[in-house]
């Protein structure tokens, strides 16, 4: 009989309610080699974690992370909280034996990384830091192709995440402004994302030349329990300073010699969440975009010259045909968002009872803030640096 997983989830936001909803979806998908446990939800608010205790799923509300950690009764915990706490989070978790899966950015800088890494190697639990997009089906067949040589040897990656949230100069401080609280905006928010999934996809950064800007530097400061954002700020006098980047892009060369370009942005009016990324190489290219994340554009050179084009593939073919897409429904039917999170938390499970390394581990957390503070580095001195 397969054993059972407990996990306790530190965290109950915007990432505590997709990872609840991966906890609880992907047993019923997926072939895991153990139960899974929603044993504790832990939030700082006791009284507001407790209202959402049952909603999301959870057998027990606990306002305590470090007694969550340390209880007998969990396995595996899940840190889903603001970025200045991962490290405390994660290192205590490891030293009581614990799984640890960790949303990104894993840190708020190298050195944190670095400790948060040691701590799971010493005590030899399964470590994973949850950037889901690796696990778009489309993404997932990008890197299967690229590993086959679909793309011959690769010249350029050129990724660009843009959000608009941040255009609003009225839009109240929050958190992820405080660079004590986020370690930095869009550069650690956002580029993280594809600054892994170029290491994914390419390999490992060799240098780097960048560029960051804060287009608004102060915002109003929300009254605790205002809700509505442009209305309410306006009304408040009080204004904080913020002290992380609206944007951040930046060029490289990764180690195999290709070139990169990458670009983040809170401020992009009208992008929403828009995740685009294309990759050329001396037999063909690839290109995706998130708000078509079924799909994946594929220009093969080897196409007679009257039938050249990018041609699309719809990535919803089951059977082992397409990564992932077995276990959800008939040929055809589209997968979301919230399927890249059950995709994490499946393989995640498996790799605890098999006691095996899951990409992406806190090694490669610790690569993606490598290249993170390179970049800062790059801006501070005007100059190219190496990673």
């Known amino acids: 009989m397969a054993k059972t997983l407990r996990v306790g989830m530190i965290g109950y936001g915007f990432m505590g309610k997709a990872h609840s909803n991966a906890w609880r979806q992907a047993p019923r998908f997926f072939p895991l080699k153990a139960h899974i446990g929603m044993h504790t939800i832990c939030g700082r608010q006791a009284a507001a974690v407790q209202a959402v205790r049952a909603h999301l799923g959870w057998e027990n509300a606990s306002h305590d992370w470090l007694e969550v950690v340390e209880s007998p009764l969990i396995d595996v915990v899940d840190i889903a909280t603001p970025n200045d706490s991962h490290a405390e989070i994660a290192i205590a978790a490891a030293r009581a034996g614990k799984h640890v899966l960790c949303e990104k950015p894993l840190a708020l800088n190298v050195k944190q990384a670095e400790a948060m890494l040691a701590a799971a190697q010493k005590n030899k639990v399964v470590h ?93 400061l929300q009254a605790a329990g205002a809700r509505g954002l442009s209305q309410t700020a306006k009304a408040l006098e009080k204004r904080g300073k913020v002290t992380v980047d609206d944007a951040a892009l930046f060029i490289g060369r990764f180690a195999n010699g290709a070139l990169a370009n990458l670009e983040a942005t809170r401020c992009a009016a009208g992008r929403k969440n828009q995740l685009t990324l294309e990759i050329n190489g001396v037999k063909g290219s690839l290109f995706f975009d998130l708000e078509d994340m079924n799909r994946l554009k594929f220009y093969d050179t080897a196409s007679p010259a009257d039938r050249q084009g990018f041609r ?69 001195k005007s100059h190219w640096v190496k990673v």
């Open 128 to 220: 994973m830091v949850c950037h889901n997009y690796r696990r778009v089906p489309a993404i997932a067949l990008a890197r299967r192709m690229i590993g086959e040589g679909a793309l011959g040897e690769i010249s350029h990656f050129r990724a660009r995440y843009a959000q608009d949230w941040l255009v609003d100069p009225e839009y109240p401080m929050k958190w992820r402004l405080d660079k004590n609280a986020s370690g930095s905006g869009a550069h650690g928010d956002i580029n993280v994302h594809i600054i892994d999934l170029a290491r994914y996809l390419v390999g490992e950064f060799k240098e780097v030349c960048g560029l960051m800007h804060t287009f608004t530097k102060e915002r109003p």
């Open 312 to 380: 699309d593939i719809l990535v919803t073919q089951p059977d082992g045909a397409h990564p992932y897409v077995g276990q959800w429904w008939r040929n055809g039917q589209l997968l979301g968002y919230e399927h890249t999170f059950v995709h994490t938390i499946a393989d995640f499970i498996n790799a605890c009872v098999e006691g095996k390394p899951v990409h992406p581990t806190f090694e490669d957390g610790l690569k993606n803030q490598q290249v993170l503070e390179a970049v800062e580095l790059s801006v501070k």
